[in-house]
């Protein structure tokens, strides 16, 4: 699972919301978010700027729930994952999943107050969601269990993880999944430090893999960057009944922050909470639940969701996603693309997913946390 992102810098004081308007020119635009565009697609991406902002423009006259914006993905195609994995059949509802009194959780919950949650990263051009949403995830449950935030590195998995069944995607920049991320972690005794071995990907190429005694490792003699203990590990993870609200909200209420699937379909969210009137989703992307919530000012419950797409985009790299309590069944649809999914080499033709960008139909965390 990925999500391919245009590569460009944001800079400050593009307009915002309603101060966004059709006079807001291309030119400005590439100024505003230093962008260097080639003289041959200069055409091709001003078409596609003036087409997306009067997409933004006219939504934002609606006075919807959410406010969309310009950001770095405005000149160029909403951000896409290739077809890649593929996931097996699941089951709306899990029969066996135990009973869970979600009027007995907190009525809202953030992460980030306790200060287990790091900043918010950008992946850039490599298709490295699975990699940014698993060590972030990961970083916060060895932050609960020991109390001690650590920035953990995303390249590890990138450029070290074997993904043998093509599980979400071959690997790398190509996609995985955050379960084969987590098993990894249990297999080679943990992930370093971010400084050990930092971000080489954002252009799309893997790299190679410098972890001492993995699968990928390759016989380079003296290691230049000493890449071989790593800080932290886990014993194991939980994966979340599919396409079920309750135990997901468990699981965030009491246990930490939850690596999820989701369709991405919302490149140009600025604000507000993200919601839509159809429920058919592409899960292409993968990022961290962190809590819950309610906007008294808007009436509505939300999901509080990391990207990996960088500080500048979106509510300084979240989304809230519209959080549905009642009459789930409402809220599913299909996803026709399970080749951008989660799953592995064979599978339907189509699959169930439920929840405001199918935010319900994949997630896990991982179990026992500590330092090595």
């Known amino acids: 699972m990925f999500v391919l992102l245009t590569l460009g810098f944001a800079a400050a004081l593009p307009p915002r919301g309603p101060d966004l308007t059709m006079d807001y020119s291309y030119e400005q635009y590439v100024a505003d978010f230093h962008k260097i565009v080639p003289k041959e697609a200069r055409e091709r991406r001003a078409a596609t700027f003036a087409a997306n902002l009067e997409t933004i423009v006219a939504h934002n006259a609606k ?18 994952g290739l077809h890649r994995g593929l996931r097996a059949a699941a089951p709306r509802r899990f ?8 009027a007995a959780l907190p009525k809202a919950v953030d992460w980030r107050d306790k200060g287990v949650v790091s900043g918010v990263k950008d992946q850039g051009g490599c298709g490295s969601c699975w990699a940014f949403a698993s060590t972030a995830t990961m970083e916060s449950h060895v932050a609960i269990e020991t109390g001690t935030l650590f920035q953990l590195s995303p ?23 955050s379960e084969l991320a987590f098993q990894y972690y249990v297999d080679n005794g943990g992930v370093v430090q971010e400084f050990q071995m930092g971000y080489t990907s954002y252009y799309g190429k893997n790299g190679d893999c410098y972890i001492k005694n993995t699968t990928a490792s390759k016989d380079k003699g003296p290691d230049p960057g000493g890449v071989q203990h790593p800080v932290a590990t886990i014993s194991g993870f939980e994966k979340l009944p599919v396409n079920e609200y309750a135990p997901l909200m468990r699981a965030v209420a009491t246990k930490g922050p939850v690596a999820v699937s989701v369709d991405a379909s ?11 009137d159809t429920y058919d989703s592409v899960i292409d992307h993968a990022v961290v639940l962190v809590g819950y919530g309610t906007d008294e000012a808007l009436g509505k419950d939300y999901w509080l969701v990391r990207n990996s797409w960088g500080p500048t985009w979106g509510e300084k790299g979240y989304i809230r996603l519209r959080r549905h309590a009642a009459d789930l069944d409402a809220y599913c649809g299909v996803d026709t693309k399970p080749l951008d999914g989660v799953g592995c080499a064979a599978g339907p033709a189509n699959m169930t997913t439920c929840g405001t960008s199918g935010i319900l139909s994949d997630s896990a965390y991982p179990v026992g946390g500590r330092l090595v």
């Open 266 to 276: 919302w490149g140009g969210y600025e604000s507000g909470i993200f919601e839509t």
């Open 95 to 102: 029969a066996a999943s135990e009973p869970v009194d979600v």
């Open 155 to 177: 390249q590890e998995l990138v450029s070290c993880m074997p993904n043998p069944k093509e599980c979400g995607g071959t690997g790398g920049c190509a996609g995985a999944t």
């Open 63 to 80: 006075g919807a729930s959410y406010v969309m914006g310009v950001n770095k993905f405005t000149d160029e195609a909403p951000p896409k």
